[in-house]
Every structure is written in structure tokens, then in C-alpha cells.
């Protein structure tokens, strides 16, 4: 498994404007090969959004970040700005303790 966080700022667009393109987005999200969940994140007050992401592995982020959707999504996309990223591989033996599968 291995996660991946993904920041950004809005530019040009507000929260609703943020919220109806990610309702109409998740779908796209629901199909990516090797995604086990994406948990999308807001800090309206911050103007901070993004999402975690849990990946079956490493090699399927790194495929994602190749792709159209994400291209055009996140890194092509105008209305969001300052993105950072970031990912983690999981330990497995206590996160399966804690409750992760």
C-alpha cells in the first residue's frame, strides 16, 4: 500500500465553484486502476484543498501521475495553485493492528 497527499490552493474559483467540479470529478477518481480510496479535503478558511490518497502501491500513483486525469485535473488546471505533493509507504504490520486491511 502507499499513500500519496496532494495540496493546493483556489484561484479564480471559490468553494462552490470547488465543490460542484469535484461531484462531477469523483466519478473519473472512483475508476483510476490501483486506487483504493481517495479522501478529498477542504480547509475553506485556510483556502487549502486536496486530497489522500491510498494506493494498492507505489507503481499505481506513479501511473496515475502520468495520466490524462491527472494532468488536466490538478497539474494543467488553472484554478488551482500552490500544489504540493507528497507520499508515504505504509507499514504494514501496524497498520494492520490498527484497523487497515
Known amino acids: 500500500m502507499h499513500i500519496q497527499v496532494v495540496n493546493f490552493n483556489l484561484e479564480g474559483i471559490n468553494h462552490d465553484d470547488f465543490m460542484q467540479i469535484a461531484d462531477t470529478a469523483a466519478p473519473a477518481f472512483a475508476g483510476v ?3 483504493v480510496s481517495k ?3 477542504c480547509d475553506q478558511e485556510n483556502n487549502t484543498y486536496g486530497g489522500v490518497y491510498t494506493w494498492e502501491n507505489q507503481q499505481a500513483m506513479e501511473t496515475f ?3 490524462e486525469l491527472f494532468i488536466n485535473a490538478l ?3 488553472p484554478n488551482f495553485v500552490n500544489i504540493s505533493m507528497k507520499d508515504f509507504g505504509v507499514l504494514e504490520g501496524p497498520s494492520k493492528i490498527t484497523g487497515v486491511q
Open 65 to 67: 501521475a502520468k495520466s
Open 33 to 35: 486502476p490501483g486506487l
Open 39 to 41: 479522501v478529498w479535503l
Open 75 to 77: 497539474e494543467n488546471n
